[in-house]
């Protein structure tokens, strides 16, 4: 029976036992007489634990009875059934049962309503807890801003205790009291520092009123001034035929200097180093600058907003045509130009030689790889008859490679453009350089620039220093390698013809009477020449780069071919060239198979100083093909004569030795002893 049901249910009535149970009585009547009660107040007079005991007992009875019913009807005796079940007793039970099922009912109902309100209780407390943790909160919040408070005082830097005390009167530092108190010595100091600043700004509109007047003077002189700078360009103008006359070219020094201002800041070093150096070392030596002025003014000029005037044409341009967009590689080959890119300004260097020989250097600074390039160039004063075997003396590509030991200008100084290239698709810079010019080191450094490869910095400056102390040194060599190159390029055409030029300061190396005779010079691939099966030693020896120059000599006598393989380094003649020999005669003799063939490479290739001749040493590489010939000469005339052969020897005697041979290995004298004119062993 639920909890509803039983609030419905009408209170109970107990009449009295004096009552008489027949008849109606009317309810005025029972409200006198009768006695109301409520189970929910009986609730609280009976224990639960008695209410349980009876209702056990009271389940016990109706078990036994059910099987007492049970067992009557088990044995078909209908009749006494009808008096236990009319009994009064039997049902006292049932409502005993249903009694005790409301009383539980309102029991539960009592707990539920008791938990309800004590749950109430419970959620008011919370709620009051919440309300204080909240204050709680709220005034540490409030005690931490007080704690962390900081007065605008603590960011005045104020002079120090032991200055405020030195330099402030008594009557603000007052001593006696601010010494014991934090909080009064700090207004003094805030006093004292209110009085400085106001001495301070006192000052300071003194200043700025001498300030205005001196600016007024400077205006007044720049007025002046101003006027003055017509006046002198007249002057400039009138004494130009005095400088032209004078050799002193002032004014345009002058435009070259303002020129010189739109330079970047490695061409900039060059041209200001390279003319002090002209002015001091070299008066032949000129610098000049070529390029677009414009151009190079417009790189630091910001890009103008001109949208509003090509709006139009844009618009007319969409409704004709439509862009199709580039493709990758069109967008790569923009990129590498891009990067590539040069400055409009550059810097040009005439160096004029003894023979009136020019060497025109171009100077160009990469601006987004921030490196340096050079382009170079030979004029003569009369036209020179090129030899086959000369094609590369001269040109740009290679006149200028390997002046420093190994600087080959092919690839880039700076470490950092590798990765640049990555980004681009550029493998290697050698692809380029025609275009743009080689990236020497020493051009860097004329530029003072300075790539360190152990430490690499971010920002590469250009140091005047740095190029100061490479620009005579370069300049000499540059003097140098020009000349070097003028002077075998008049030998070649010679030793195209078959001569063998040879200085009258240098016949005294060489008997008087030489046979041998050169017949052929040609110019060889380096790929052909690492082919050779006699330059392998040269080329095992890594002398053989690919930066050198290679030629083939051919020596005749009679049946006797001497060929002779040579290496001519870009360094000539400070460094030497190699030869590598092969006879033809009577079999194929090298210096594998024959000692008196590496005694020969040995005579020119290791004592070549015997034969530099007077300083610059040009007619070292004619000074040693002829002493090739005078060795060949000797081989073929010391060798032995085979007495089965009848007729005359192929090769008579005409050179005079102190001993045909010596050794075991039987080695031929091929020292040249002047002025006897013999020769002996060395």
């Known amino acids: 029976m639920s909890s509803e049901s039983s609030k419905k249910r009408k209170p109970k009535v107990i009449r009295s036992d004096?009552?008489?149970?027949?008849?109606?009585?009317?309810?005025?009547?029972?409200?006198?007489?009768?006695?109301?009660?409520?189970?929910?107040?009986?609730?609280?007079?009976?224990?639960?634990?008695?209410?349980?005991?009876?209702?056990?007992?009271?389940?016990?009875?109706?078990?036994?009875?059910?099987?007492?019913?049970?067992?009557?009807?088990?044995?078909?005796?209908?009749?006494?059934?009808?008096?236990?079940?009319?009994?009064?007793?039997?049902?006292?039970?049932?409502?005993?049962?249903?009694?005790?099922?409301?009383?539980?009912?309102?029991?539960?109902?009592?707990?539920?309503?008791?938990?309800?309100?004590?749950?109430?209780?419970?959620?008011?407390?919370?709620?009051?807890?919440?309300?204080?943790?909240?204050?709680?909160?709220?005034?540490?919040?409030?005690?931490?801003?007080?704690?962390?408070?900081?007065?605008?005082?603590?960011?005045?830097?104020?002079?120090?205790?032991?200055?405020?005390?030195?330099?402030?009167?008594?009557?603000?530092?007052?001593?006696?009291?601010?010494?014991?108190?934090?909080?009064?010595?700090?207004?003094?100091?805030?006093?004292?520092?209110?009085?400085?600043?106001?001495?301070?700004?006192?000052?300071?509109?003194?200043?700025?009123?001498?300030k205005e007047k001196i600016l007024k003077e400077i205006e007044v002189k720049k007025e002046y001034l101003s006027s003055l700078q017509p006046r002198l360009n007249s002057i400039m103008q009138a004494s130009l035929p005095v400088q032209e006359y004078l050799f002193m070219p002032f004014d345009q020094a002058h435009k070259q200097y303002e020129t010189a201002r739109h330079l970047p800041p490695p061409l900039y070093v060059l041209f200001v180093q390279a003319t002090a150096y002209g002015q001091a070392c070299d008066k032949t030596l000129s610098v000049a600058i070529e390029g677009s002025v414009d151009e190079a003014k417009a790189l630091?000029?910001?890009?103008?907003?001109?949208?509003?005037?090509?709006?139009?044409?844009?618009?007319?341009?969409?409704?004709?045509?439509?862009?199709?967009?580039?493709?990758?590689?069109?967008?790569?080959?923009?990129?590498?130009?891009?990067?590539?890119?040069?400055?409009?300004?550059?810097?040009?260097?005439?160096?004029?030689?003894?023979?009136?020989?020019?060497?025109?250097?171009?100077?160009?600074?990469?601006?987004?790889?921030?490196?340096?390039?050079?382009?170079?160039?030979?004029?003569?004063?009369?036209?020179?008859?090129?030899?086959?075997?000369?094609?590369?003396l001269?040109?740009?590509?290679?006149?200028?490679?390997?002046?420093?030991?190994?600087?080959?200008?092919?690839?880039?100084?700076?470490?950092?453009?590798?990765?640049?290239?990555?980004k681009v698709g550029i493998l290697t810079l050698s692809d380029y350089v025609l275009e743009l010019g080689h990236p020497y080191l020493w051009v860097q450094k004329l530029g003072g620039l300075h790539f360190p490869k152990e430490q690499p910095q971010q920002t590469v400056i250009a140091d005047h220093s740095l190029s100061a102390s490479h620009m005579e040194t370069t300049m000499k060599l540059l003097k140098t390698r020009v000349q070097s190159r003028l002077a075998l390029h008049k030998q070649f055409a010679s030793l195209e013809h078959g001569i063998v030029p040879?200085?009258?300061?240098?016949?005294?190396?060489?008997?008087?009477?030489?046979v041998s005779r050169l017949v052929k010079w040609v110019t060889v691939a380096h790929e052909d020449y690492m082919e050779l099966h006699f330059t392998k030693d040269i080329v095992d020896a890594g002398l053989a780069g690919d930066t050198n120059l290679y030629y083939m000599a051919l020596i005749e006598r009679g049946t006797a071919k001497l060929?002779?393989?040579?290496?001519?380094?870009?360094?000539?003649?400070?460094?030497?060239?190699?030869?590598?020999?092969?006879?033809?005669?009577?079999?194929?003799?090298?210096?594998?198979?024959?000692?008196?063939?590496?005694?020969?490479?040995?005579?020119?290739?290791?004592?070549?100083?015997?034969?530099?001749?007077?300083?610059?040493?040009?007619?070292?590489?004619?000074?040693?093909?002829q002493r090739l010939c005078v060795l060949l000469d000797v081989y073929l005339e010391t060798e032995s004569h085979d007495d089965s052969v009848e007729g005359p020897k192929e090769f008579p005697q005409e050179k005079m030795c102190l001993r045909l041979f010596r050794g075991p290995s039987r080695m031929k004298p091929f020292k040249y002893n002047h002025p006897q004119g013999f020769f002996s062993h060395r």
């Open 502 to 514: 040879v200085t009258s300061d240098c016949q005294y190396l060489f008997p008087a009477k030489v």
């Open 563 to 625: 060929q002779a393989a040579v290496v001519l380094n870009p360094g000539y003649s400070s460094i030497p060239p190699v030869f590598q020999l092969c006879l033809n005669w009577k079999g194929e003799k090298t210096n594998s198979n024959d000692d008196n063939i590496r005694a020969m490479e040995g005579e020119v290739n290791v004592c070549y100083k015997e034969l530099c001749g007077p300083w610059p040493s040009h007619q070292l590489l004619t000074n040693q093909l």
């Open 18 to 210: 004096g009552a008489p149970a027949e008849g109606k009585r009317n309810r005025s009547d029972t409200e006198q007489e009768g006695k109301y009660y409520s189970e929910e107040a009986e609730v609280d007079l009976r224990d639960p634990g008695r209410d349980y005991e009876l209702y056990k007992y009271t389940c016990q009875e109706l078990q036994r009875l059910m099987a007492e019913i049970q067992d009557l009807k088990s044995r078909g005796g209908k009749d006494v059934l009808s008096e236990p079940l009319s009994s009064v007793g039997n049902c006292v039970h049932f409502m005993t049962l249903k009694k005790l099922n409301r009383l539980a009912h309102i029991r539960l109902k009592k707990g539920r309503d008791q938990t309800h309100e004590a749950k109430q209780k419970v959620d008011a407390y919370h709620l009051q807890l919440q309300n204080l943790l909240y204050e709680v909160m709220h005034l540490q919040k409030e005690i931490t801003k007080c704690l962390e408070f900081k007065s605008k005082h603590e960011e005045i830097d104020l002079v120090s205790l032991e200055e405020f005390y030195k330099e402030a009167p008594p009557d603000i530092s007052k001593a006696e009291v601010t010494m014991g108190d934090p909080h009064q010595q700090t207004l003094a100091r805030l006093d004292w520092e209110l009085e400085q600043r106001k001495r301070l700004a006192e000052k300071y509109r003194e200043c700025l009123s001498n």
């Open 394 to 422: 001269l040109s740009p590509d290679s006149v200028l490679s390997c002046l420093y030991p190994g600087d080959h200008g092919k690839k880039t100084p700076n470490p950092a453009n590798q990765y640049q290239f990555d």
């Open 300 to 392: 630091f000029k910001p890009p103008e907003d001109s949208q509003d005037d090509e709006s139009d044409s844009d618009a007319e341009e969409e409704q004709t045509t439509k862009r199709r967009r580039p493709t990758l590689g069109v967008q790569l080959d923009d990129k590498r130009k891009e990067m590539l890119k040069r400055h409009p300004l550059s810097v040009m260097l005439d160096l004029k030689c003894k023979d009136d020989s020019v060497l025109h250097l171009t100077f160009y600074y990469l601006m987004n790889l921030n490196i340096m390039t050079v382009k170079a160039k030979v004029t003569t004063a009369t036209e020179l008859i090129t030899p086959i075997s000369a094609g590369d």
